[in-house]
Structures are given as C-alpha cells and as structure tokens.
C-alpha cells in the first residue's frame, strides 16, 4: 500500500427493503477494482471513531430511515467538513435518520413521498457536469422520490414527477434526480434512483454511482 492509496468506508443497515447489503456489496466491489482500500462497517458507530474517519476519503452509506445518535451524526458531519467525501444513492441517503435535520442539511434532499407503485419516468441531464458526461436522458421504472430540498445544491439531473392518485396536486412538478453539493471542505455526491439491485444495474444508473463516489473523494 502506497501513501497513495485512497480509502473508503462503507457504512450500510436500516431497513432490509432497499437491499444495502447487496447494493453496497456491488460497490465496494467497484471501490476495490479502483483501487482503493475498502472497509465495509454494519454499524453506525463508524461516525464515532475519529481515527478512522481521519483517514477516510470516501464514505459511501446505504442506510435507509433507522437512528443516529447526535454523536454519530457529529462524527460524520465534521468528517465531511475536513475533507472527506460522502455518495450514495435513494433512501440509503436520503431517507436516513428522518429525524435528523443536521444530516438533511449536509446531504441537501430529504425524501417525503412516492406513489404506491413504482413508476416509469424519464431523467434528464441539467448541467454540464463530469459525473453526467454522456448521459443525456434515460428511463428507469422505479420508486420516485418527491423531496424537499436545498436550494444550494447543484442539480445535475431532474424528473417530471408523475400522476399519483394520493397526491394529484405534485403532478408534472420538476423533481431533482441527482446532485452535489460542498459541506465544508468535503463533496457530497446523491442520486435518488436505486431502490433495488436492478436500479443500479442500470447502466446510466451505475454510471453516475461511480463517478459520483470518484468526484465525491478526497
């Protein structure tokens, strides 16, 4: 191992329905091919052991609703704001620690609502950016997220939200996809597509998880 190795920490749980075992399996995988050094943790208590997270350059999370202590939450945030990145993609990010509003800030979107069944919706690229390089538009047929969010962010891909008979008023209101943000001196990379393993199987899907997790590194 050469001092310039990057190292990634993979922090994965809550609830089993967004499969973060197999969805963080895959990129872990995808981390380790690149080159980095890997450690994959099941526990929250990561955010709390300053040396590892001192060393880490990537912190990729897949850990949908669940609890954050305010240590842990304190841990992760002041990680990002020295320098180290944090990805990840749908409710592994984004529907975290729903109570949490310091978490939500960081991470620049908060999931609220999708319609019962999954959807078919069309993304599409808003800015030039190199996560998005060659991806114009694509379909997926998925949950869709309606958010709330953060002006700050930098939207890289949005979604015209469908017609839900539960919220009839959200229809055709244009929905962020995919974005970044700086929190301090780390990047923060989100994308709301990946509910299952087919989600980012997609290759325009899978494309943006990579070069999110390559942008969002120290």
């Avoid at 694509?138 to 700050?152: A, G, I, S």
């Avoid at 017609?163 to 996809?177: F, R, S």
Wanted: with cysteine.
């Amino acid at each position: 191992m050469t001092s310039q190795t990057k190292h990634a920490l993979v922090v994965r749980g809550g609830w089993d329905g967004h499969v973060p075992v197999p969805t963080s399996d895959k990129y872990a995988a995808v981390l380790k091919d690149d080159g980095y050094d890997v450690t994959v943790s099941d526990t929250l208590d990561s955010y709390l052991d300053e040396d590892l997270l001192a060393g880490t350059d990537l912190i990729v999370q897949c850990w949908t609703m669940g609890q954050i202590s305010g240590d842990q939450v304190s841990g992760l945030i002041n990680a990002v704001r020295a320098g180290t990145g944090f990805a990840g993609w749908h409710g592994g990010v984004i529907d975290a620690f729903r109570s949490e509003t310091r978490y939500q800030l960081m991470t620049g979107g908060q999931f609220v609502h999708h319609p019962r069944e999954f959807t078919t919706y069309e993304v599409r690229t808003v800015a030039e950016h190199p996560i998005m390089t060659g991806i114009e538009r694509f379909t997926v047929t998925t949950e869709q997220y309606y958010l709330h969010m953060d002006p700050q962010v930098e939207v890289l891909a949005v979604t015209d939200y469908a017609e839900d008979p539960d919220t009839h008023e959200l229809a055709g209101a244009v929905v962020p996809i995919t974005w970044t943000r700086e929190w301090g001196a780390g990047r923060v990379f989100v994308t709301a597509v990946g509910h299952r393993m087919a989600d980012v199987e997609v290759p325009e899907v899978d494309a943006m998880i990579r070069r999110g997790m390559a942008w969002a590194t120290r």
